[in-house]
């Protein structure tokens, strides 16, 4: 290959560029995009290799996701940790590097002098100010790269950048979405003497950390969870999923809701630390009579009882989860007559900017009336919500045990 | 961040922090780091100003607590004082975790509510 620049106009190339990425981004996957671009890269800049390593930011490496003429760096997984190495330097100085000697001095990845680069030309990939990847190119031969090289490569880089960052946030809000489906139950339990219903409504367009589960216990218990984690999107729903997988799990080993949510609570502070959560379990005797409440940090279900107006249940405030070690948690048990409605919700149905929080409890309290649980939660959603979408996303879980000679 | 919701008066070992309007998710993380801005060596009571606060949900609670518990280790005593959004941090338990006071001046009395 030669060093000689094709002469063809700047504009010409850049709108080479322009046309991948901006076409890509309604029909591509990330990967096929980011393939087609490092071709175009290939060619127009006239290397023999090209390549793009995303960032991971948990791990705090970078690892290689799309490759031209440098397919093994994807294949074998190979990851830089940032700040070390030609790529891992780009990444931490949020600069352009270019090595004109390539060996192992220079470059932390054997694969790239193995392969006998001479020469080596790499940018960050940047996406609302923060550095997501490094797309860098090879040269085989002896090789100077240009500022006009680098400028070239940085602006296919912004563009790769701006399209895998959307791409990213379509797919997380998809998986997130996905993810939160599939934990909640697409079908309640039947219980006997029990009919549930339940709603969900993700706020503001986006998916968060509201679930709601329904379970039966081999001792013949229900089990009815609801909880809310603080925060919003994928990693909120994949918290949510491991909250509730944790519960279930506590929930086999003891029948004592308090010590459920204890812990539930040792474990998120152990491997989710800094993570929020509301969450209220409850367990109702076989025979459905009774029913036992622990509120972690989670508002009160709502009671109606025919003839009666309908009222928080008395449920001791216990701290949210994740908030401190060893907290005292107590258990709230309450009488189920024939006829009772419970509803349980999360606090998007109830909060508001304009009203302090108790209008929303007391608004609440005269939308749920003892009547079957679909109907109770058509009521309570028109009431509360209406017309109006919710900033917040919602859940809400019914659980009514028919009047005596109903069922 | 506007400087301006987070105004940090100090009198003496007392730093006082007074926390915005609203809080929600979307500044939770900002009120979590102007309190433990305002923590150090030194500091000996953080009295958390909400009472120009008329909304606050669960993650605005939870950056109250996290601040709460970092103070806490290094030693240094929390005060809240709160009155409109006061029932949301007792729904959500968190009342149990410190001092709470219906007025600034109260706080820096030391005059707990009843």
Known sequence: ?407 | MAAEEYKISRAGPRVVVTVPAEIDAMNSDEVREALLSATGPGVTTLIVDMSGTTFCDSAGVHAVITAYRQAAQAGTEVRLVATKVLRVFALIGADQLMLTYPTLEAALADTPAA
């Not at chain 1, 001095?105 to 790239?112: A, F, R």
């Not at chain 1, 006998?116 to 790499?122: E, K, N, S, V, Y």
């Not at chain 1, 609570?265 to 367990?283: C, H, I, N, S, W």
Request: hydrophobic share 50%.
């Open chain 1, 1 to 407: 290959m030669t060093t000689h620049l094709n002469p063809t106009p700047v504009e010409d190339r850049l709108r080479d560029i322009q046309s991948i990425t901006d076409a890509a981004l309604s029909r591509l996957d990330e990967h096929e995009l980011l393939a087609e671009l490092l071709e175009r890269i290939r060619s127009i800049l006239q290397v023999d290799t090209a390549a793009v390593l995303l960032l991971d930011f948990s791990a705090g490496q970078l690892i290689a996701t799309a490759a031209a003429g440098l397919e093994e760096e994807v294949r074998q997984g190979v990851r830089i940790p940032v700040g070390r190495g030609f790529a891992g330097r780009i990444a931490a100085e949020h600069r352009p590097v270019i090595l004109n000697q390539v060996d192992h001095t220079t470059v932390l990845n054997p694969i790239l002098w193995a392969k006998g680069i001479r020469a080596l030309m790499g940018v960050p990939l940047v996406a609302g100010g923060k550095v997501i990847g490094v797309l860098h190119v090879g040269s085989l031969t002896s090789r100077v790269f240009t500022s006009e090289d680098v400028e070239m490569l940085q602006l296919a880089a912004d563009r790769a950048a701006a399209a895998v960052h959307s791409l990213t946030v379509r797919d997380e809000r998809i998986a997130a979405a996905a993810l939160q489906r599939s934990l909640l139950p697409t079908s309640l339990p039947a219980a006997e003497g029990a009919v549930m219903a339940a709603r969900y409504v993700p706020g503001a367009g986006a998916v968060g950390g509201d679930w709601y589960d329904v379970f039966v216990l081999p001792s013949g218990e229900l089990s009815l969870v609801i909880g809310d984690v603080t925060g919003s999107g994928l990693a909120a729903a994949v918290i949510m999923g491991r909250m509730r997988s944790a519960l279930r799990a506590y929930a086999l080993e003891t029948s004592d809701p308090a010590e459920v949510l204890a812990r539930l609570d040792r474990k998120m502070q152990y491997f989710e630390p800094g993570v929020a959560a509301t969450v209220l379990y409850a367990v109702f005797d076989p025979g459905l009579d009774r029913v036992r409440i622990c509120s972690a940090g989670h508002y009160p279900p709502v009671v109606a009882v025919p003839g009666q107006a309908s009222e928080l249940a008395d449920v001791p405030a216990g701290l949210l989860i994740g908030a401190a070690l060893d907290v005292p948690r107590q258990v709230a048990s309450l009488q189920i007559v024939p006829g009772t409605l419970l509803c349980f919700y999360t606090d998007g149905l109830i909060e508001s900017r304009e009203h302090p929080i108790d209008h929303g409890l007391a608004r609440l309290c005269q939308a749920v009336t003892p009547q079957p649980p679909d109907a109770a939660c058509a009521a309570v959603m028109a009431a509360l919500v209406g017309n109006e979408s919710a900033q917040d996303d919602i859940a809400l879980l019914m659980f009514h045990r028919p009047p005596t000679g109903t069922v």
